[in-house]
């Protein structure tokens, strides 16, 4: 496993903004070395620029954030080259009711991958990614206005290459952490990104079906689900039950004391298990 950041490679551009053979060809990339936060400049970019320069699938990467965002405005660190980084934008044609199953349907994608290596992937609702108990990548999905009406800005901090000590937090993880060997992280970026794609163009081209399926993917994959949990709320409300599905509309339910609450993420400050 790589220690000191000074070594880790660079992705390789070429491949990625070239138009790699393995690329899905929806997809468009370009690598910055060092940005704010790829959301942000990614979501600035699209409320100014006309759709040729902003097409739907248009992939920002950036080598290091100096200020990652995590939902709710917390932040994600890492160390140069340490992970991967990005955001893509996406003009969702499904009705706005669907659109909160954006950051399910790209957790899904990303567990996915991390399944297909071998890791001990899951899913924590709404937003993050895991491996065992320990967090490995976070989502954030913005909503924006642009020229050419709404679109979504998926962004994904993963963590690949970096150490324990390098995490922010305890309980989080890194891909080679829990593999005990190297990545590629160009090959790891694809593989990711044409998963999203994937998972998106079906979630597009499904309507109600395509979303019941997701549902019960997504669920299949949810670490929350079947636990016991503590539904922190705006305002200081607070829910104490059984996490026990999650609705079509991408809701969490939660059972307390018989009587089941939806919640939605928008709604939501903290969820955390209790046992």
């Not at 959301?39 to 097409?55: E, F």
């Not at 996406?90 to 950051?103: E, I, M, Q, Y």
Request: proline letters at 7%; hydrophobic letters at 45%.
């Amino acid at each position: 496993m790589t220690s000191d950041s000074a070594a880790r490679p660079p992705l390789d551009s070429s491949r990625l903004i070239d138009g790699d053979p393995a690329l899905m060809p929806e997809l468009s990339v370009e690598v910055v070395q060092v940005v704010a936060s790829t959301n942000a400049a990614l979501a600035d970019r699209a409320r100014a620029a006309d759709l040729a320069d902003t097409p739907d699938g248009l992939v920002l990467v950036a080598e290091q954030q100096e200020r990652g965002r995590g939902r709710l405005d917390r932040t994600w660190e890492s160390p140069a080259r340490a992970g991967l980084t990005f955001s893509m934008l996406v003009r969702p044609t499904v009705p706005t009711r669907a659109w909160p199953w954006l950051p399910l349907l790209v957790g899904y994608a990303v567990d996915k991958v991390l399944k297909a290596r071998g890791l001990d992937a899951g899913l924590k609702w709404p937003n993050d990614v895991l491996v065992g108990e320990e967090k490995v990548a976070g989502l954030l999905v913005e909503r924006i206005e642009t020229p050419q009406g709404p679109a979504a800005v998926v962004g994904v901090g993963l963590n690949v290459s970096q150490t324990r000590e390098e995490l922010p937090v305890p309980h989080a993880t890194s891909v080679e952490l829990a593999l005990g060997e190297p990545v590629d992280r160009t090959d790891l970026l694809i593989e990711i990104l044409n998963a999203i794609r994937e998972a998106f163009d079906a979630w597009e081209a499904g309507g109600d079906d395509g979303g019941m399926r997701l549902a019960e993917s997504y669920a299949a994959a949810c670490r929350t689900v079947g636990q016991r949990v503590r539904v922190d709320l705006p305002g200081g409300a607070v829910l104490e039950g059984e996490a026990v599905a999650i609705d079509p509309a991408g809701q969490l339910v939660v059972d307390v004391d018989g009587v089941r609450h939806a919640v939605s993420a928008g709604d939501v400050m903290h969820v955390r298990a209790t046992r």
